[in-house]
Each structure stands twice: as structure tokens, then as C-alpha cells.
């Protein structure tokens, strides 16, 4: 075993190939190469396969601009500049336009009636309960129930008073004019990996020409108007203002490094964020509360403001990519296993009957070798009676001739054997055969033949195995060794030192060779073309015959060893 190890270091396996010489199958081929290169390629120009990568890192400021005038209810006229209608505070990435407002002016804290469809209605103070309040209400109740208005009561809250009383957003939006307000976006790109820096205000856009710039006539103008960006994300500006919303300004870098064909541009994309039905949602829309503090006669005040707007969020994303040799070598790694698709393609082709049904027998035939795993054994029977053969799988307990067959199948003639034996056959058929000496009526009296046996002339002096149960007949009739063919064919002398002597010229056929060539004649004539892998078995009643003829001068026969009827030229039937 060490040495078959040290041996296997020593030794390179590779698949054996089969070669059809096609011209169909050849083009075929090659065109199927062909288009699967194509393919490959195209992929890698297309996805730059062959391009290392590396994500984007950004920063975004913005400044929105625009002047709106309105008309407020109980406060009169008011002008919006940037600073009033952009909110408080400004997050990261996103800036927000107040585009509807409900304004309740003099708040002071004091006691007031709450606001009824928050608080509860009451008819008397018992209805109310001093300090008691939810999150939903106004202030802390007093414990006093006060008319609210002509019909309704409310408990008394201290609170800042008058305390908000609208909860809907005026329609039309009181500053639906900002669709006019322009935002100027800046955003700082990097990518890391090729230290790599560029901005959206590119270096050939100057002062004036941003002055001017608009979208619709330069899709690369980082000025944008509120309108537009709202249309362009499917919405109409005017019902959004009203309850306010979100949308999301998409900038997407999208770069190529490689020096030949070196481009980075930004390209903007818009779409609404938050939920488009107001009336399907619960709460719809965008809104908080601020309020303006002032100090009046030594009274602090405020000025409360609910207000409405859109938040626009900035949101920038892409990639840039690089030549680079590794990647470029790992996606053609990568593909090769595509050009196993033109062999499965050809096999399967080869293999239906859209192609020659001929080729594709001698294909499969030259191509899968069947092996048998040695433990199945599987015997070949040929019956006198019978043009078939019978492959059976060999038993060690039952007797061969009882065995039902795995497969029955026609026996093909050996052309070849059949021209040589009768060539060989004719001049000596008139002389008489030596086997006339050795005729079974006149031997000894042989024993009685077991049951199995149909032709009456299956005897053994020993006991047999299971295996070599066998007769030359499946029905009950004469025994083939009583035909004068058999005699001829198998056991004439002169023909089988003939055929010895074909093989070797300067043999001197003993009897030992002589009794293997008679096996081998009987397999010849009987099986005909070897089939598979199956090991011909010769009826006990012609073994005991040709022994009988041939016998081996000291000790017993080997009885029978199973040889594959491919090899069965070389070798005998396996007896020593
Ligand atoms: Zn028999
Ligand atoms: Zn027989």
C-alpha cells in the first residue's frame, strides 16, 4: 500500500476525451464560442468588470431664496423672506419651506377654557378635576367648567390663553407662492480610494452663468426651483403645501476614472418620501409648532406659529471605478465556466434525436464505459433450445438452471467464427471424428443426472456448486452433445489443432490446450457476440463431455471461474 501511495505522488490523472470529426458539430461549436464571448465582453464593457470600485463620501449644504407676500388672518400683511419661511434649524442633509401656517397671535400665560376637541365638555365644576391633564391637552385643569362658547362648556385650563383653536391648515396654502423660491445646492464629493475630489458646481460654471442657469435647459444646474423639483416627483406644489410633505432629492455620482474615458457627473433625481394620500393617512403631511417671544408692558408673550412646509432631503449616492489588472483577471476567471455550456449544449443535442440518432448511439458508446462492480456477478446462459441468451446474476444458493433471468436478449451471430468453422469444417468432415472411440454408451455407467437437469446427460462424479447448475436445455430433449455438430464444432481434434495452430504455427497442441480451445469453440459458437460485461457459462453436460474427450492428466478440474465473455479470446473458460 506505501508503494502504490508514493506512486500516486508520481502520476498525473487526466479525463479522456472523445473526438467527433464533425462539420456540423464543429461550426456548431465554434459558434456557440463564439457567442458566448460576445456576451462576456459585452457584459464587461457594460458593467466595467473590469474596473475597481469604490463608493461615494459626500457632504451637502444648501440655500433656498425667494420672497413671499401674505395675507394673514388677524395679522394682516406679512413678507416672507428666506429666514422666516426656512424653519428654525436645518438638519444635515436636508433643508424645509414653511408653505402654510396658522398663526395664534398674544399668548400670555393665564386661565382659559381648554379647546373642546381635546378637552372634555362639562356641565358643571364637578365635571372637571382640579390638576388633572393628558398629553393631548392644552394645560392643567383647574376644576372649573367655563362656557366656551354660546353652546359649549369646557373645564378651565391654565395654559398660554387664547389657546390655539384651528386644527386644519387653511386651503389654499397661505405661501403657495413658494413654488417660485429657488435652492442653490452645493455637494462635496470624494472617493477615498482613488483620493479623488469634485463638486457639483462644477469648475466651468462662473457666477453669471448661475445667475441664469435652469434645469429645464441644463440638467447640470445646481440651482433648482421648489416647483419643479415638486413636479418632477409627481406631485402638484399647490395640494402639497397645504399639509406639507417630504421629498427626496437624489444626486448620483456615477464615475469613470480610467484617464480615456474619464467622466464624473452628477445626475439629480426627484421623488416624494412620505405617505401621497392625506386622506388615507392617519397623520398626514409635515408640520411643527414654534413661537416668537416678546415682553409687553413687562408681560412676556408669545406669538405662536403651527407651520406646514415640505423638508427636502438631499440624499447622494454612486460609485466610481478604476482599471484595475486583478479584477480584470478574476472576472475572466469568473466566465470561463460559461464555455461548458457549448459541451452540455452539443451532449444534449447528440443525445435527442434532433441529431443523427446513429452518431449519437456510437457517441454514447465510445463515450460511457459500463463497468460492473465486481460483487454482481452476472452469468450468461445460452440454451440449445432457445435463440436467446439469458443474463442471470450469479447465486450461491440457488442452482443456476433455476434462476429466473435479469434480461433476455437475442443472441447475435459471430459472423467471423461462423466462416472460419465452416471453412475449417469441410475438408474434414468426411473423416471420421476421434471422439467415435469415446461415445458415452461406451463409458463407465455414469450416475444418475440431478433434477435440474433436462437433457439426461448432466452427470458429475463431484459435488457441484450452485453456479455450475446448468444444462444444455431449458425444456426437456436431447442433449446438444449428441449432434454431430458438437462433435465437429468443439470436439474434433484436427479442427482444434487447427485452430491452435493458426494462432501459434509451431505449437505442439497438448491435450490441456486442446480442452481450453474446445471451451473457447463451444463460446464461439453458442453465445455469438459477447454481450457486456457478462461471463458465459458452459452447461455441465458439455464441460463433462470435453473432459471426457480431453482429459487432464492428474488431479481435479478448477471447476468453473467466471471471465467476461470481452476478454474470453484470451483466456479460457477458467479452468488451469
Ligand atoms: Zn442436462
Ligand atoms: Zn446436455
Known amino acids: 500500500m506505501p508503494c502504490r501511495c508514493l506512486l500516486g505522488l508520481c502520476q498525473y490523472d487526466t479525463n479522456k476525451l472523445v473526438r467527433i470529426q464533425s462539420v456540423r458539430l464543429g461550426s456548431l461549436k465554434w459558434c456557440l464560442n463564439a457567442g458566448i464571448l460576445l456576451v462576456i465582453c459585452m457584459m464587461m464593457l457594460w458593467n466595467r468588470k473590469y474596473q475597481e470600485f469604490d463608493l461615494v463620501v459626500s457632504s451637502v449644504t444648501s440655500k433656498v431664496k425667494g420672497v413671499a407676500h401674505t395675507q394673514l388672518p388677524g395679522v394682516g400683511d406679512v413678507v416672507w423672506d428666506g429666514v422666516d419661511y426656512s424653519g428654525p434649524s436645518q438638519d444635515k442633509n436636508s433643508f424645509f419651506v414653511v408653505t402654510n401656517v396658522i398663526v395664534t397671535k398674544n399668548q400670555k400665560q393665564g386661565k382659559c377654557a381648554e379647546v373642546p376637541l381635546i378637552g372634555r365638555l362639562c356641565r358643571t365644576d364637578k365635571d372637571c378635576e382640579k ?3 393628558d398629553p393631548l391637552s392644552h394645560g392643567i385643569q383647574t376644576g372649573t367648567c367655563l362656557k366656551f362658547d354660546l353652546l359649549r362648556k369646557t373645564c378651565e385650563v391654565s395654559a398660554w390663553c387664547p389657546i390655539e383653536a384651528k386644527t386644519k391648515p387653511p386651503r389654499p396654502a397661505l405661501l403657495a407662492a413658494a413654488e417660485n423660491f429657488t435652492v442653490l445646492i452645493k455637494n462635496n464629493i470624494r472617493f477615498p480610494a482613488f483620493n479623488f475630489i469634485r463638486r ?6 462662473s457666477g453669471s452663468y448661475l445667475s441664469s442657469c435652469q434645469r429645464s435647459r441644463d440638467p447640470l444646474c445646481p440651482i433648482f426651483r421648489l416647483g419643479d423639483v415638486v413636479r418632477d416627483s409627481g406631485e402638484k406644489f399647490k395640494d402639497m403645501a397645504v399639509e406639507g410633505g417630504v421629498i427626496g432629492i437624489l444626486i448620483r455620482w456615477d464615475c469613470n476614472l480610467d484617464r480615456f474615458m474619464e467622466r464624473c457627473l452628477p445626475s439629480y433625481a426627484f421623488r416624494r418620501l412620505d405617505e401621497k394620500e392625506s386622506n388615507k393617512t392617519l397623520y398626514p403631511g409635515l408640520n411643527f409648532r414654534y413661537a416668537k417671544y416678546s415682553t409687553v408692558n413687562g408681560v412676556e408673550e408669545r406669538t ?3 407651520a406646514f412646509g415640505i423638508r427636502f432631503d438631499v440624499m447622494v449616492y454612486g460609485q466610481a471605478g ?5 479584477q480584470l483577471i478574476i472576472y475572466i476567471g469568473s466566465t470561463v465556466s460559461y464555455y461548458a455550456l457549448t459541451t452540455m449544449l452539443l451532449d444534449w443535442l447528440i443525445g435527442t434525436s434532433c441529431y ?3 452518431v449519437g448511439q456510437n457517441y454514447s458508446e465510445r463515450k460511457v464505459e459500463a463497468l460492473q462492480d465486481t460483487q454482481k456477478c452476472i452469468l450468461c446462459v445460452s440454451y440449445v433450445d432457445d435463440r436467446n441468451l439469458r443474463l442471470v446474476k450469479r447465486s450461491l444458493k440457488k442452482s443456476l438452471q433455476t434462476i429466473k433471468p435479469k434480461s433476455v436478449q437475442p443472441r447475435q451471430e459471430n459472423i467471423g467464427h461462423l466462416k472460419a468453422a465452416l471453412s475449417l469444417l469441410q475438408p474434414m468432415s468426411p473423416s471420421p471424428s476421434p471422439s467415435d472411440a469415446h461415445t458415452p ?3 463407465n455407467p455414469k450416475p444418475p443426472s440431478p433434477s435440474w437437469c433436462k437433457c439426461e446427460r448432466c452427470h458429475c462424479n463431484t459435488s457441484t456448486l450452485p453456479h455450475e447448475e446448468l444444462c444444455c436445455r431449458h425444456s426437456d430433449g436431447a442433449c446438444i452433445t449428441s449432434s454431430s455438430v458438437f462433435e465437429e464444432l468443439v470436439l474434433s481434434r484436427a479442427l482444434l489443432e487447427a485452430v491452435l495452430l493458426y494462432r501459434d504455427p509451431f505449437t505442439t497442441p497438448d491435450t490441456s490446450a486442446l480442452r481450453h480451445c474446445a471451451y473457447r469453440q463451444y463460446i464461439s459458437w453458442r453465445f455469438g457476440v459477447p454481450t457486456g460485461d457478462s461471463h458465459p457459462v458452459i452447461p455441465l453436460c ?9 482429459p487432464k492428466p492428474h488431479g481435479a478440474f ?4 467466471p471471465i467476461g465473455t470481452a476478454s474470453m479470446q484470451a483466456c479460457a473458460n477458467g479452468e488451469k
Do not use: H, Q, T
Open 131 to 133: 390638576g388633572a391633564w
Open 200 to 205: 457639483n458646481i462644477l469648475p466651468s460654471m
Open 304 to 306: 405662536l406659529y403651527k
Open 322 to 326: 478604476k482599471f484595475s489588472f486583478i
Open 356 to 358: 443523427s440518432a446513429e
Open 441 to 443: 454408451s461406451d463409458s
Open 542 to 550: 458439455c464441460v463433462g463431455r470435453i473432459r471426457e474427450m480431453y
Open 558 to 561: 478448477s471447476g468453473f471461474r
